[in-house]
């Protein structure tokens, strides 16, 4: 099942001003962000959450949360392939991982790109990431993340434990949403 995301480059603008006779000059507002939004959908295309990514100079910014999920601790992931075919999301593939690290900051081998912290689901069905994925970059680099077969965020069943790979024994994938540049 592949589903409609957003990729949007804005442009950064440029303003001049001039005041009785004397320029301000131009002032320009920084480079243009770049940014991917999807939403996780389950097996049944029910909505299960939205993520965005960020790319900024330290490395790619996700923000996800997760909704209508029973309370609990749930692994979510970067997926190497912008593919999300229910109901087991297989298709999305492995986790991005072209460091080829293993898997899980508490892993002496780890963590690799792909890598993201549980996200708390509380009695209410609602939880949220807002994490910092130091020198991933959605575009650009010699490793993008959204490459010509994109890329995935999945939402397994289980918590990650943050060391077994290749996924931090976190059980099957439960939701799934589509990266893609345009």
Same mark, same amino acid.
């Given at each position: ?55 900024? &100079?330290?490395?790619? +910014? /996700? ?7 029973? *309370?609990?601790?749930? @692994?979510?992931? $970067? =997926? ?53 994925? &130091?020198?991933?970059? +959605? /575009? ?7 490459? *010509?077969?994109?890329? @995935?965020?999945? $939402? =397994? ?26």
């Amino acid at each position: 099942m592949r589903r409609a995301f957003a990729v949007g480059v804005p442009l950064a603008l440029l303003a001049g001003c001039s005041h009785s006779g004397t320029s301000l000059g131009a002032t320009r507002a920084g480079p243009p962000p770049i940014e991917a939004t999807t939403q996780l959908l389950g097996p049944n295309g029910e909505l299960r959450g939205t993520a965005t990514l960020s790319q900024r &100079p330290e490395g790619t +910014l /996700v923000r996800a949360r997760i909704e209508g999920m029973i *309370a609990g601790t749930y @692994a979510i992931h $970067l =997926h190497s392939v912008g593919k999300c075919e229910g109901p087991k999301f297989t298709s999305a593939g492995g986790h991005f991982n072209p460091t080829m690290k293993m898997h899980g900051k508490d892993n002496p081998m780890g963590p690799h790109l792909g890598d993201l912290p549980n996200v708390v689901v509380g009695p209410g069905g609602t939880g949220t990431v807002d994490f910092t994925v &130091p020198g991933l970059m +959605l /575009v650009g680099g010699t490793a993008p993340l959204l490459d *010509a077969d994109g890329a @995935a965020v999945v $939402l =397994h069943a289980g918590p990650d434990d943050y060391k077994t790979d290749p996924s931090g024994a976190s059980g099957d994938r439960i939701a799934c949403g589509v990266l893609a540049a345009r």
